[in-house]
């Protein structure tokens, strides 16, 4: 699926999100997107979490 595929269905959602749960369900909707979006590029090797994840080590 192309990426604009993506961006399309994405910003549907987030429509649908503020139409029926207004501001805070939009904002909701776009934490939970981003997580959802860093998840992916993780799992797809794109960005590497696991520096984030295991924290500061001395």
């Given at each position: ?12 959602l ?8 207004g501001?805070?369900?939009?904002l ?8 959802g ?22």
């Amino acid at each position: 699926m192309k990426l604009s595929t993506i961006g399309l269905f994405v910003g549907l959602l987030l429509a649908i999100a503020i139409a029926i749960g207004g501001f805070s369900a939009f904002l909701g909707a776009v934490v939970l997107g981003a997580i959802g979006l860093a998840a992916g590029a993780h799992l797809d090797g794109d960005i590497d979490l696991t520096t984030v994840l295991r924290g500061r080590r001395d």
